[in-house]
C-alpha cells in the first residue's frame, strides 16, 4: 500500500515566447494542501510578479520575484479546491508581459 505524502514541491517555468506571450510550464498544473510552488523565470534577470484573487489558496495574494527570478510560496492547508485563475507579469528590462494561467488545487487522497 503507498503511503501518503505530506507535502510536494511543484515548479512551474516561466518563459516568454518568440511570439511575445508569456508561457508557463506546465500550464494548469495540480497542486495538494500543504505543497510548495516555486515559479522561476526561464531568464534570470527576469523579474516576475504573481496575483491572485481574494481567495488565494497561498499564503498571500501577491508575489514578486528577487534577482534570482523566482517565487516560492506554499498552498494554504485549508485552500479552497478547484481552479484558481492568477495573472503573472515578467519585465525583461524593456517591457511587461502578462498571462492569466490556471493552477488546480485538489484535495490529497
Aim: overall charge positive; charged content about 25%; some cysteine.
Amino acid at each position: 500500500m503507498p503511503t501518503k505524502k505530506v507535502a510536494d514541491i511543484q515548479k512551474i517555468t516561466v518563459s516568454i515566447n518568440k511570439k511575445g506571450e508569456v508561457v508557463c510550464n506546465p500550464p494548469a498544473p495540480i497542486v495538494y494542501p500543504g505543497d510548495t510552488v516555486t515559479w522561476i523565470s526561464v531568464r534570470r534577470r527576469h523579474v516576475l510578479a504573481i496575483q491572485f484573487g481574494w481567495d488565494s489558496p497561498f499564503e498571500k495574494v501577491g508575489f514578486v520575484s528577487g534577482a534570482d527570478g523566482s517565487i516560492t510560496a506554499n498552498v494554504e492547508r485549508c485552500a479552497p479546491f478547484g481552479l484558481h485563475k492568477y495573472f503573472v507579469a515578467v519585465y525583461n528590462g524593456e517591457t511587461i508581459r502578462t498571462a492569466d494561467p490556471d493552477i488546480i488545487i485538489r484535495p490529497r487522497r
